[in-house]
């Protein structure tokens, strides 16, 4: 009841006050103030909000239908060089792993075989270095021949061929433990299939895993040829997927027209930010296009009063009703083509109590 009894009295003193200092034109619009004064005290009891006029990016917004998928470029399979059994295994389907993480061992009688190879060129290797050795020291001595000091340096460099080659072979296949061979991630990324288990056979075809990174994914669109044709690469987009709105920027538009659908395949490249894409996932493309500046104003804070829309423009004293030109409909927002310029202070809520105090109780209620 104190409430209402305020309310009241606040609304008497405005009523009172407009109609001392307000003015009267002359004619049709004779019975309107051209100013609602109004201290800054009474503006939030009244339900009065304030926004800034500010510009923001406009125009003709295209929505397509549009599908989640892999970054083929962030994406990779997991291959074992060798034939062998899969020893041992460390990650399993869905965990994220990170590039150069352990992620498997195989057994591979061809790693074996090598490694005891290259054992025994070894050495062949020391023997023929210790011959070499002594050679070179007998014949700088003159007690051996030349061909017996060439022919143990043409075996020495025979065996550290050998050996070099053989150690290079066996690093071809990658990093050893224990004797078994390592198998490491070679990207940053999630296992999105497991196809060994311990005990597997592997051959040099066969996929152990597939290890795909989210982070950035891509966004195919389908949007319809008439307004395929304004698009370009480059153009930043929106993918919507439930209730959530994440940046993309497309980068390919298909040549050709779907015969069926007459709609063009678009890509967009979205930064999966806090993993809210999912590949295979329905989402919408919003592809703004002929994007502009141009100032916006809520719905509400327009009036239509006497035929004209009024914007209430605050002033050091209360409000300036101001005549706007409007253009565009943009959702809950309209474009305001002239009469407001950015950074002037506006009454967005409360404007039908700020339209009353202008026109009358009686013709604010009537008013369309």
């Known amino acids: ?111 074996i075989d090598l490694k005891a190879e290259l054992d025994i060129a070894k050495v062949k290797l020391e023997t023929a270095k210790r011959i070499y050795e002594r050679d070179k020291q007998l014949y700088e001595q003159k007690l051996i021949k030349y061909t017996r000091y060439y022919t143990s340096l043409i075996e020495y460099e025979r065996a550290k061929g050998i050996y070099k080659a053989l150690n290079e072979k066996l690093k071809t296949y990658g990093e050893l433990k224990d004797g078994y061979l390592v198998i490491k991630s070679p990207i940053d990324g999630f296992i999105v299939e497991q196809l060994v288990i311990k005990g597997s056979p592997v051959g040099l075809d066969d996929i152990m895993f597939k290890i795909h990174s989210h982070e950035v994914l891509w966004v195919y669109g389908y949007v319809p040829y008439e307004s395929a044709r304004d698009l370009k690469e480059n153009t930043k987009g929106i993918v919507s997927v439930l209730g959530k709105r994440l940046p993309c920027t497309i980068d390919f538009i298909h040549h050709e027209v779907d015969e069926k659908t007459r709609r063009v395949k678009v890509r967009c490249i979205a930064k999966n930010k806090g993993h809210i894409l999912k590949p295979g996932a329905f989402v919408t493309l919003e592809i703004p296009l002929d994007r502009k500046k141009a100032i916006l104003v809520p719905k509400k804070a327009v009036q239509d009063i006497e035929g004209e829309n009024i914007v209430f423009v605050r002033k050091p004293k209360g409000f300036e009703p101001r005549e706007v030109v409007i253009g565009r409909e943009i959702d809950s927002y309209y474009e305001v083509i002239e009469g407001l310029k950015e950074g002037e202070l506006i009454a967005v809520e409360g404007t039908v109590f700020l339209k009353s105090k202008l026109v009358g109780v009686e013709a604010a209620g009537h008013a369309h």
Do not use: C, Q, W
Not at 54 to 70: L, W
């Open 1 to 111: 009841m104190k409430l209402m009894l305020i309310t009241f009295f606040i609304f008497s003193v405005l009523a009172f006050s407009g109609e001392e200092h307000g003015h009267d034109h002359d004619g049709e619009h004779a019975h309107r103030k051209d100013f609602v004064e109004l201290e800054d005290k009474y503006i939030k009891d009244l339900g009065i909000k304030l926004e800034k006029v500010k510009k923001d990016f406009v125009g003709k917004t295209v929505k397509a239908p549009a599908e989640v998928e892999e970054n083929p470029l962030l994406s990779a399979m997991v291959t074992s060089p060798v034939e062998g059994i899969v020893k041992d295994i460390f990650v399993k389907e869905g965990d994220r792993v990170s590039k150069g993480d352990l992620i498997a061992l195989i057994y591979s009688p061809d790693i």
